[in-house]
């Protein structure tokens, strides 16, 4: 979880608050100063956008880490209120267009009497993401207002859009670092203003530091995906690659669940010290829970190391639910449900092992998923360990943040889906 703005805590944990969303318009310089554009290129002198409904969705699951969708709508048709006769898409080059622009959509909360600041309406407000805008839709077919649609993504968008038009070959024995920073300079040299690579969560992901690793020879094909292929790449270590909300690219270890502490509570019936429930589903199911995961790992062309004993041969890291207590327990009722990977992109079987456990942490707490509504927490990340607690359904349980949609208009409440955390060893 990120950190939250002075005095936000108190405004969501002390009910009832109110919610204003916004978003700013920033355009990329062009020609790229210095060679490279940063997270922040030039503001447009524009008022703050007052969004009317919508949503930012941050999901572990999706090829994008955030997305965004919202609603502004330009009083009886047009005029200058809102700052909004401004914006109106009227060419590709109005500032309200996929070409060039991105948006900042901020979250603020406070009393029901209070308001952000004319002078500063970001002060105290939680930046929920830079985004890529991917479609603008205005919609007259109404009378009197006219509604703009906005679809934005991160800028993994930027990359993933990129797709290579010729063959790419990632360099046998390159760090793994390297190699994705590599592949994503080739292709969308502007799109990362920075790059952070930390073994922040090794300890809890029995990992090592990102500088030990390293990529096997692997040639990608005329039309791949250069971001998917990046997150081949980290997938097959351990790790994860993401942007964060205010734009810095992201490559981690897939953290431990059960090592991870808690960082917020949410329970029916709260007091101040919980965010309330305000509706919860528990669901229990076997439907694609494997409970035992194998890298089959083909990768290594050449030895780039003494250090490495793996070369040009293929090596298995194997790893199952050995918890006799377990539902999924392989040699219980359960049996084996196998999931089976094959890795062409590593060669390193201790390297496999950390990407195996990452797996199977996801694989069994699938087993047991809830997905609740709650008073907002704009902070939140995926891979966050939250307690959850309804006493109604006998819920006392950790469980790990995969999805979080945040809803952007007069509604407060957010929708977070996750899963149980479990013991991987």
Same mark, same amino acid.
């Given at each position: ?12 944990? +002390? ?11 920033? !355009? ?6 210095? #060679?490279?554009?940063?997270?922040? %290129? ?17 999901? +572990? ?7 965004? +969708? =919202? ?25 309200? &267009? ?53 679809? $934005? !993504?991160? @800028? ?16 046998? #024995? ?20 920075? @790059?952070?690579?930390?073994? &922040? ?6 990992? /090592? ?48 669940? @059960? ?32 409970? =035992? ?5 083909? %990768? ?14 293929? =090596? ?41 456990? $990452? ?6 707490? $699938? /087993? ?8 907002? +927490? ?10 959850? =607690? ?6 006392? !349980? ?28």
């Amino acid at each position: 979880m990120y950190k939250l703005p002075p005095g936000m805590k108190e405004a969501i944990q +002390n009910p009832p608050f109110q919610v204003r969303c916004f978003a700013q318009i920033w !355009q990329r310089p062009w020609p790229p100063e210095g #060679g490279q554009v940063g997270a922040i %290129g030039r503001q447009l002198p524009i008022p703050p956008l007052w969004i009317e409904s919508g949503t930012v969705t941050i999901d +572990n699951t999706g090829v994008q880490r955030r997305r965004a +969708n =919202f609603d502004l709508t330009i009083p009886g048709g047009g005029g200058s209120e809102k700052g909004y006769a401004a914006i109106m898409p009227t060419s590709v080059d109005s500032p309200l &267009t996929p070409f060039r622009n991105y948006v900042q959509i901020w979250w603020w909360a406070g009393a029901m009497d209070a308001y952000p600041s004319p002078q500063d309406p970001t002060q105290g407000a939680y930046l929920l993401g830079l985004f890529t805008i991917t479609d603008v839709v205005v919609d007259a077919t109404t009378k009197g207002d006219i509604t703009i649609h906005v679809s $934005a !993504q991160d @800028f993994s968008q930027d990359i993933s859009r990129r797709v290579l038009t010729y063959p790419y070959v990632t360099p046998n #024995g390159t760090n793994m670092v390297t190699a994705v920073q590599q592949i994503i300079q080739h292709t969308a040299p502007h799109s990362v203003p920075t @790059f952070s690579a930390d073994s &922040t969560n090794a300890q809890t992901s029995e990992g /090592a530091a990102p500088g030990t690793l390293y990529a096997a020879g692997y040639t990608w094909d005329e039309g791949q995906d250069p971001w998917e292929a990046a997150q081949q790449m980290v997938e097959s270590c351990g790790m994860m690659l993401y942007f964060s909300p205010v734009g810095v690219l992201y490559m981690v270890y897939i953290p431990n669940p @059960f090592s991870t502490p808690v960082c917020w509570t949410y329970a029916e019936g709260s007091t101040t010290q919980h965010n309330n429930i305000t509706s919860i589903t528990r669901t229990f199911s076997q439907s694609q829970v494997f409970n =035992f995961v194998e890298y089959v790992v083909e %990768g290594a062309n050449a030895n780039p190391s003494p250090d490495l004993l793996y070369t040009g041969t293929s =090596f298995l890291a194997q790893i199952g639910d050995n918890d006799p207590s377990s539902p999924t327990y392989q040699f219980g009722p359960y049996g084996r449900a196998a999931d089976v990977q094959f890795d062409m992109l590593n060669y390193q079987q201790s390297t496999a092992l950390i990407a195996a456990k $990452a797996r199977l942490r996801r694989d069994l707490g $699938a /087993a047991d998923m809830v997905t609740f509504t709650a008073l907002p +927490n704009p902070a939140h990340e995926a891979y966050d360990v939250i307690q959850v =607690f309804s006493p109604r359904i006998g819920l006392s !349980q950790k469980y790990v943040i995969d999805t979080i949609d945040f809803d952007l208009g007069v509604k407060k409440d957010m929708t977070i889906t996750a899963r149980r955390v479990v013991n991987i060893p």
